[in-house]
């Protein structure tokens, strides 16, 4: 298996990048092709390609962070995620992974990857971890103003995904609500609600912000814009609390209790920490495309990787296209 | 000064209410006017009226949780939430607060006080913890499906909230969104930009979902549906940290390090406990009524009643009406 890996895309690029491409080829035995500017990969590989399961594909442009996303990939032809992306429409490579511009990824896949037939709409799928372990929440940020029949096709993408990637037979799907009741909800929700009931998905009903964390739930949809402020804010209100905890602790005289304390959290922070989880799959594009997070260091690379392979062993993309063909066959889509 | 306060509303009534009621006169010195079955609230009352300061009104129904509530509302004219709201109207109390059905005592309050002129729909304003301190999020959940012109609005009285109670003489208000720049959002977010913008509100621009728990806004302005889902989710998150916590602390072994821990842990907790906070009042009714937490205990109910009278005291409506009916002579509000 081949896995075009963006070499200059998130914060720690190349350097994490071409070491999580080393730690990934030496681990899962896939071949990586890192994509991006020739000379600055080679140095950071350092003679190091895995016996030969490391290359490199030149790219000489980058897509910034600041800039527009469709724009910058329509007119930079040669910039790394292009050229990964390019390399798994060839059949060169089976999947592509980056932690460059998540909007510059989605238009690389978009354009030339394609849409899956029948999916109207592409999602980016995310796991938080649990009470209970993780669920995945969808859309966290690919689509805004969602419609009802979206969220459909969010549940059964990402219930085939918990059934592929995570392992479970029929995924428990939840409605990100505003209460539990059928009745609740604003215009979106009160409507999909509707076409989920009716859908043979297993679908749990609705679920309150709380109970994302809490478990119950192996897959939970709502719209994008929702799901972006959902993951941050959960985001956010980690840091913070892991801030607080630090200046409590910064208050405890004996030595012996801050040595436990640090201890607990870092073992805690593993627990919530991304890196663990890797990628996010983007689903319903033509193709596997793994979005990495911006700031991932080699090991959060590494686990990206693993998610695409597993995405590509699982055959996912077949999966959805198979599920969602029925679906259009049946006239449910439309 | 005399607050109504509903004996019945809440998972802990009518004791937590009575005991927080007690605590409340006896601390800030206001009258409490405790409305609801009277026998009960006599029997928890044990003779204690902390020297006159708290009576009993009788009111035999109670909105449940699970009634519809604008319903139930209509249907119990005898019920605790609507007679408490009713005193307030009459001018026998200057504020209502209850811990029980927060769309009865929404409806309570737009029945009954009605809404102050030119506000187009009242908000629920709740604090959050951050690393700098405190913010002002609204709405949380009296308004779904809101309208840019809303948004403005919530901006406006949240202001006024953070001014008069918070005592920030220029509140800092961020618009809740998916990204930082001015092109990032949904239709809602991209035209409430445009017009907070063009306001006289001290606007700070976008903030991300993380930026809410890291400091720099005082004031975070959200549709009713994500403040809602935001605010579920941080508490959900939240309890789920202090289960894994719990988990990591049972791991450990030794005696000393586990004290440390818990002692920590309670302090931490304090810090995120909404009991602190006390109450949300509902802003741009046309009177003061304050939300409690469902599960509010005594501390919780007398903190409720603590911002009633702040708010009383500091005259938010009547800031509200002055700044709201200048908005509407101008013809901005429509």
Known sequence: MKIALDAMGGDHA????VRGAIDAAQELGVHIILVGDQDRIMKEM????????????????????DEHPVSAVRKKKNSSIVVAT?????GAADAVVSAGSTGAQMASSLFILGRIAGVERPAISTLLPTMEGVVALLDVGANVDC?????????????LYAE???GLPSPRVGLLNIGAEETKGDELTLASYK????SDINFTGNIEGRDIFLGGSDVVVCDGFVGNVVLKSAEGLALSLMGMFKQELGRLEDIIGRERMVHIMSSLKRRLDYAEY??????????????????????AIRNAVRVAKETVEQGLVQAIKEKLETESS???TD
């Open 195 to 198: 076409i989920l009931k009716e």
């Open 330 to 332: 049946k006239g449910v």
């Open 278 to 299: 890797g990628g996010a799959p983007l689903l319903g594009v033509n193709g596997v495309s793994v979005i990495s997070h911006g700031s991932s260091r080699a090991r």
């Open 86 to 90: 390019q390399l798994v429409k060839e």
């Open 46 to 65: 350092d003679g190091n390609d895995v016996g030969g399961l490391v290359s490199v594909v030149h790219a000489p442009e980058v897509v910034r962070m």
């Open 147 to 159: 419609k009802p029949q979206h969220l459909k096709q969010f549940a059964i993408m990402g219930s």
């Open 14 to 17: 190349p350097m994490e990048i």
């Open 164 to 166: 592929k990637i995570l």
